[in-house]
T-cell receptor, first 115, second 113 residues
Framework: NAGVTQTPKFRVLKTGQSMTLLCAQD?????MYWYRQDPGMGLRLIHY???????AKGEVPDGYNVSRLKKQNFLLGLESAAPSQTSVYFC??????????????FGPGTRLTVT | DQQVKQNSPSLSVQEGRISILNCDYTNSMFDYFLWYKKYPAEGPTFLISISSIKDKNEDGRFTVFLNKSAKHLSLHIVPSQPGDSAVYFCAANSGGSNYKLTFGKGTLLTVNP
């Protein structure tokens, strides 16, 4: 199993450009999440999904959109990138039951720089 | 409002000694706690967890202690090894059908040979 994969690994954007980050998981997890990590800020939840076709806002959703058209994929979009969105983005997934004790499995991250 | 706090940004210990990483929380609805470990340029990986019905959980060199009355948990690593050098995140969940985790800011542990 590949687990959680993210593409691309690195990206540099100019202010105002758009892009989509792709997350894929092969563990048949119901829940998927997008986080950003900034120095001294820990992991902050951007958006999450509790199942195919559903999405919800997290702690810092402004400037981002998401879609979950297939259970295994969760896309994060930036419509008009801003320097404040320079960050490392992590995707995670989890089972939707108590069985696995809320453990989330993370991808390797995407380092995004907006100039 | 920071609901999960890791007040020590960094910690340095000698190889073979005990590492103690601390975490405090303010939300009394939290009933499940996890520790994640993160190496540079990698995603966080799950380390150990504890339910609020317990006060201790042990897995090899790693032990997590929970003091509900003080809203405090700690991760003990004994003995510490250079490979344990990483950022450690504390995370909490309020249970039920809510599977979101609230993370602390992390503590950078450096284990010196």
């Amino acid at each position: 199993n590949a687990g959680v994969t993210q593409t691309p690994k690195f990206r540099v954007l100019k202010t105002g450009q758009s892009m989509t980050l792709l997350c894929a998981q092969d563990m048949n997890h119901e829940y998927m999440y997008w986080y950003r990590q900034d120095p001294g800020m820990g992991l902050r939840l951007i958006h999450y999904s509790v199942g195919e076709g559903t999405t919800a806002k997290g702690e810092v959703p402004d400037g981002y959109n998401v879609s979950r058209l297939k259970k295994q994929n969760f896309l994060l979009g930036l419509e008009s990138a801003a320097p404040s969105q320079t960050s490392v983005y992590f995707c995670a997934s989890s089972y939707g039951s108590r069985k696995s004790s809320y453990e989330q499995y993370f991808g390797p991250g995407t380092r995004l720089t907006v100039t | 409002d920071q609901q999960v706090k890791q007040n020590s940004p960094s910690l340095s210990v000698q190889e073979g000694r005990i590492s103690i990483l601390n975490c405090d929380y303010t939300n009394s609805m939290f009933d499940y706690f996890l520790w994640y470990k993160k190496y540079p340029a990698e995603g966080p990986t799950f380390l150990i967890s504890i339910s609020s019905i317990k006060d201790k959980n042990e897995d090899g060199r790693f032990t997590v202690f929970l003091n509900k009355s003080a809203k405090h948990l700690s991760l003990h690593i004994v003995p510490s090894q250079p490979g344990d050098s990483a950022v450690y995140f504390c995370a909490a969940n309020s249970g039920g059908s809510n599977y979101k985790l609230t993370f602390g800011k992390g503590t950078l542990l450096t284990v010196n040979p």
